[in-house]
C-alpha cells in the first residue's frame, strides 16, 4: 500500500477537520502530494498541494485560506488542515502522489498514478 488516509468524519458547518496521508514506497519519493475530493455526482477535483522539498504550497480557489497543506516528512505523512468547513466541503477526500508529477500538472487527476483508498468528510448545515 503506497498512500493511506485518515481523518475524515461528521462535522457541522464552521467547523474543523485535519486529515493525514502515510506516504511509502514510491509514492514517498515524489516530488508533490496532492489532496484531490469528490462529492457525490461530482468529478473529482484538485484541493490542494506541497512540494515536499521546500514548502510551496498550492490551493484551489474554493478551498484557499480555510484549508492548510502541510507535511513531516521525518513521518512521510502529510495533512491537510480544514477550517470552516462548510456543507460544500462534503465529498470523499483522496491524497495522491506520483515521482513524475512535475509543477505544471499537479491539478491534474490523470497525472497521479498513486492513490489512498479516500476518507469521507460531511459538513452538516
Known amino acids: 500500500v503506497q498512500l493511506q488516509a485518515f481523518g475524515g468524519g461528521l462535522v457541522q458547518t464552521g467547523g474543523f477537520l485535519r486529515l493525514s496521508c502515510a506516504a511509502s514506497?514510491?509514492?514517498?519519493?515524489?516530488?508533490?502530494m496532492a489532496w484531490f475530493r469528490q462529492a457525490p455526482g461530482k468529478e473529482r477535483e484538485f484541493v490542494a498541494a506541497?512540494?515536499?522539498?521546500?514548502?510551496?504550497?498550492y490551493y484551489s480557489e474554493s478551498v484557499k485560506g480555510r484549508f492548510a497543506i502541510s507535511k513531516d516528512n521525518a513521518k512521510a505523512t502529510v495533512y491537510l488542515q480544514m477550517d470552516n468547513l462548510r456543507p460544500e466541503d462534503t465529498a470523499v477526500y483522496y491524497c495522491?502522489?506520483?515521482?513524475?508529477?512535475?509543477?505544471?500538472?499537479?491539478?491534474?487527476?490523470?497525472?497521479?498514478?498513486?492513490w489512498g483508498q479516500g476518507t469521507l468528510v460531511t459538513v452538516s448545515s
Open positions: 495522491a502522489g506520483d515521482p513524475s508529477v512535475i509543477q505544471s500538472n499537479i491539478r491534474t487527476q490523470s497525472a497521479y498514478a498513486d
Open positions: 514506497g514510491r509514492t514517498f519519493r515524489s516530488r508533490y
Open positions: 506541497i512540494r515536499i522539498s521546500g514548502s510551496y504550497t
